[in-house]
Nanobody
Framework: QVQLAESGGGLVQPGGSLRLSCSGS????????IGWFRQAPGQEREWVAC????????HTDDSVKGRFTVSRDNAKNTVYLQMNSLKPGDPAVYSC?????????????????WGQGTQVTVSS
């Protein structure tokens, strides 16, 4: 059974940090590029970051560049999203997704598997 599970969300003060994890099982995790997305209430889901299968390429959206870093540990079937300097505009449900497609950072419609998401709240 294919599963992607996010963890690490929670409540943090502005300027604080969180590290999200995305763990996969039931598929060949290291053959899949991984994307991170977020969706705030009443808003469209938006792409945040992506990472290639072998951790040698990654990309983050301009809105989080310099604050968020994506990495992976294929031995643990896990991708991480390190979020620093969190801002009031960052709260959302953060989800990860896996893609076996030819692009290592594909469009949202090209992801094969999705996790349920983890809530990130930024508040003082």
């Amino acid at each position: 059974q294919v599963q992607l599970a996010e963890s690490g969300g929670g409540l943090v003060q502005p300027g604080g940090s969180l590290r999200l994890s995305c763990s996969g099982s039931g598929f060949e995790f290291d053959y899949y590029s991984i994307g991170w997305f977020r969706q705030a209430p009443g808003q469209e889901r938006e792409w945040v970051a992506c990472i290639s299968t072998s951790d040698d390429s990654s990309h983050t959206d301009d809105s989080v560049k310099g604050r968020f870093t994506v990495s992976r540990d294929n031995a643990k079937n896990t991708v991480y999203l390190q979020m620093n300097s969190l801002k009031p505009g960052d709260p959302a449900v953060y989800s990860c997704a896996a893609s076996r497609g030819s692009s290592w950072c594909p469009a949202i419609v090209d992801y094969d598997y999705w996790g349920q998401g983890t809530q990130v709240t930024v508040s003082s």
